[in-house]
C-alpha cells in the first residue's frame, strides 16, 4: 500500500525558515518525479517546485532563490527547504509523486505571520 506523508509545516514569522519533509513508503520514490505544490484559501493549486529521477529541478518563480527542492532515494524522502518565509507564502502544502500513477499526500499547513 503506498503511502505519502508531508511533515515539517508549522507557524513562522516572516523572514523565518522551515523544511518540509514527504516521506513515501510501499513504492521506490527514485523512479518517480515529485513535486511540491501548495494552495491557498480562496485560490487555486499551484506547484512550487519538482524534481526528477535525475535530480534536475525546477522552482516557480515566485519562490526562486527562496525555496529548495531535494531528495534522498535511500530513505525515500523529499525535502522543500523554504528560507526568507513571507505571509504569502502562507498555504497547504502537498507532495505529488508521479510515473504513470500519482499520488498525493494530505498536505502539512505552512503559516508565515507578517
Known amino acids: 500500500q503506498v503511502k505519502v506523508v508531508e511533515s515539517g509545516g508549522g507557524l513562522v514569522q516572516a523572514g523565518g525558515s522551515l523544511k518540509l519533509t514527504c516521506a513515501a513508503s510501499?513504492?521506490?520514490?527514485?523512479?518517480?518525479?515529485v513535486g511540491w505544490f501548495r494552495q491557498a484559501p480562496g485560490k487555486q493549486r499551484e506547484k512550487v517546485a519538482v524534481i526528477d529521477s535525475f535530480g534536475t529541478t525546477d522552482v516557480a518563480d515566485s519562490v526562486k532563490g527562496r525555496f529548495t527542492i531535494s531528495r534522498d532515494n535511500g530513505v525515500n524522502r523529499v525535502y522543500l527547504q523554504m528560507n526568507s518565509l513571507k505571509p504569502e507564502d502562507t498555504a497547504l502544502y502537498y507532495c505529488?509523486?508521479?510515473?504513470?500513477?500519482?499520488?498525493w499526500g494530505q498536505g502539512t499547513q505552512v503559516t508565515v505571520s507578517s
Open positions: 510501499g513504492l521506490t520514490l527514485s523512479s518517480y518525479l
Open positions: 505529488r509523486l508521479h510515473w504513470g500513477t500519482e499520488y
